[in-house]
């Protein structure tokens, strides 16, 4: 099999994982003939960047029901050994077609075996070739400390992806995957190296659920998340909702409405940028969120002593509870409100908050504002 053909493959293969930045977040790929498999992506710093994805292999031991790629599973198996999949990222990284690569792989000879050649790949791009910008390493299930510790230092990012909240959840998903050893322990060993060597300062971590296919409530998903990022400082988690794939195990599993990988990437966005805790969540009898809308929404309505809020004295933490208000909203309202009043529903709406959502729910010059904005005519 040529370059090109590899790259194809093993590239179409990595399209899976998300947990490398926003690539999950319905953002569209590079289109070029070279790059096909090259995505935007967010490095923690913010900024974005053209990612390559790509599998050192899609040769794989593991049995994963719902993956296109587990063993036994008639598909075309490539590798790429670690000089051929270093020197084509250099050739690319020079065309300026991409500025960072996320290299993850399917398990062949186990997960020790598997690191070592992603690991190889990693050690020429940084010395051979010099390469200097953006790594994201996906650590193997059952690596071990030291495998990690190589890892941390020649990636920016590490992750492992859970795919389920427990290990009952995950022995839906696979049999030949141990939770608390294989996916969970490298993440808790991840997290004790980081903190205990300074050369690994400002390295991250992340990890990545499949929705829908274990039988798993968004509370099991966004409990496990929310104690990842308490107790493992997690950096993000993605969450991807589970479709069916042909001649798999959960060939016939009925797919997960892609509304509920929203309302979980609604949460988690409540939990990491708007101050919101575990407990703040309203979930339904069967443990799930709200569909038709969405989780602030819906524990403003729950919430009715909290409201209505006082635009003109209300905190940050108050105005970030307010639905159709967002942290740039919010801290617009703080800055504007030292030279001026907010007095009509208008001037929300000028400063780039939800004004119709907000309006129902906040006190304007001690009166309720007009639900609707004027007509601009
Ligand atoms: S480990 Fe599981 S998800 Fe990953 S490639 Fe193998 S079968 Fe697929």
């Given at each position: 099999?040529?370059?090109?053909?590899?790259?194809?493959?093993?590239?179409?293969?990595a399209?899976?994982?998300?947990?490398?930045?926003?690539?999950?977040?319905?953002?569209?790929?590079?289109?070029?003939?070279?790059?096909?498999?090259?995505y935007?992506?967010?490095?923690?710093?913010?900024?974005?960047?053209?990612?390559?994805?790509?599998?050192?292999?899609?040769?794989?031991?593991?049995?994963?029901?719902?993956?296109?790629?587990?063993?036994?599973?008639?598909?075309?198996?490539?590798?790429?050994?670690?000089?051929?999949l270093?020197?084509t990222?250099?050739?690319?990284?020079?065309?300026?077609?991409?500025?960072?690569?996320?290299?993850?792989?399917?398990?062949?000879?186990?997960?020790?075996?598997?690191?070592?050649r992603?690991?190889?790949?990693?050690?020429?791009?940084?010395?051979?070739?010099?390469?200097?910008?953006?790594?994201?390493?996906?650590?193997?299930?059952?690596?071990?400390?030291?495998?990690?510790?190589?890892?941390?230092?020649?990636?920016?990012?590490?992750?492992v992806?859970?795919?389920?909240?427990?290990?009952?959840?995950?022995?839906?998903?696979?049999?030949?995957?141990?939770?608390a050893?294989?996916?969970?322990?490298?993440?808790?060993?991840?997290?004790?190296?980081i903190?205990?060597?300074?050369?690994?300062?400002?390295?991250?971590?992340?990890?990545?659920?499949?929705?829908?296919?274990?039988?798993?409530?968004?509370?099991?998903?966004l409990?496990?998340?929310?104690?990842?990022?308490?107790?493992?400082?997690?950096?993000?988690?993605?969450?991807?909702?589970?479709?069916?794939?042909?001649?798999?195990?959960?060939?016939?599993?009925?797919?997960?409405?892609?509304?509920?990988?929203?309302?979980?990437?609604?949460?988690?966005?409540?939990?990491?940028?708007?101050?919101?805790?575990?407990?703040?969540?309203?979930?339904?009898?069967?443990?799930?969120?709200?569909?038709?809308?969405?989780?602030?929404?819906?524990?403003a309505?729950?919430?009715?002593?909290f409201?209505?809020?006082?635009?003109?004295?209300?905190?940050?933490?108050?105005?970030?509870?307010?639905?159709?208000?967002?942290?740039?909203?919010?801290?617009?309202i703080?800055?504007?409100?030292?030279?001026?009043?907010?007095?009509?529903?208008?001037?929300?709406?000028?400063?780039?908050?939800d004004?119709?959502r907000?309006?129902?729910?906040?006190?304007?010059?001690?009166?309720?504002?007009?639900?609707?904005?004027?007509?601009?005519?």
């Amino acid at each position: 099999m040529d370059i090109q053909d590899k790259l194809d493959l093993l590239g179409s293969a990595a399209q899976a994982d998300l947990a490398c930045g926003k690539c999950g977040e319905g953002q569209t790929r590079v289109r070029d003939d070279v790059g096909r498999w090259i995505y935007p992506a967010v490095r923690p710093d913010g900024k974005t960047v053209k990612m390559l994805k790509i599998l050192q292999t899609n040769a794989c031991e593991k049995d994963c029901f719902y993956c296109p790629t587990r063993r036994g599973r008639d598909v075309p198996r490539s590798t790429f050994q670690p000089e051929e999949l270093a020197a084509t990222f250099d050739q690319i990284h020079r065309a300026h077609l991409a500025e960072a690569i996320f290299i993850s792989s399917g398990v062949a000879g186990g997960g020790t075996r598997t690191m070592e050649r992603m690991l190889a790949t990693a050690e020429l791009l940084r010395g051979k070739y010099d390469f200097r910008g953006y790594i994201h390493l996906k650590l193997m299930p059952g690596a071990q400390d030291a495998a990690i510790e190589r890892a941390l230092l020649l990636a920016d990012r590490v992750s492992v992806n859970l795919e389920a909240p427990s290990s009952e959840h995950l022995a839906k998903l696979s049999s030949t995957k141990r939770y608390a050893e294989e996916l969970l322990a490298p993440l808790q060993i991840a997290k004790k190296l980081i903190a205990r060597n300074p050369a690994l300062a400002g390295k991250t971590m992340t990890t990545q659920f499949v929705v829908g296919a274990a039988d798993e409530s968004d509370r099991d998903i966004l409990a496990r998340t929310t104690q990842l990022y308490r107790e493992l400082e997690l950096a993000r988690a993605y969450f991807s909702a589970f479709q069916p794939i042909e001649n798999t195990p959960l060939e016939n599993h009925a797919p997960t409405p892609l509304v509920r990988e929203h309302r979980l990437y609604q949460s988690d966005f409540l939990f990491r940028k708007y101050g919101f805790a575990f407990a703040d969540l309203i979930f339904d009898p069967r443990g799930n969120l709200a569909t038709e809308a969405d989780p602030k929404t819906v524990w403003a309505t729950h919430h009715p002593e909290f409201f209505p809020i006082v635009l003109n004295r209300a905190s940050k933490e108050q105005l970030l509870r307010i639905p159709g208000i967002g942290p740039l909203s919010a801290s617009r309202i703080l800055q504007s409100r030292r030279v001026t009043k907010f007095t009509a529903i208008e001037q929300l709406a000028r400063i780039g908050a939800d004004a119709s959502r907000a309006a129902p729910f906040v006190l304007m010059n001690g009166r309720a504002p007009a639900r609707q904005l004027a007509l601009p005519f």
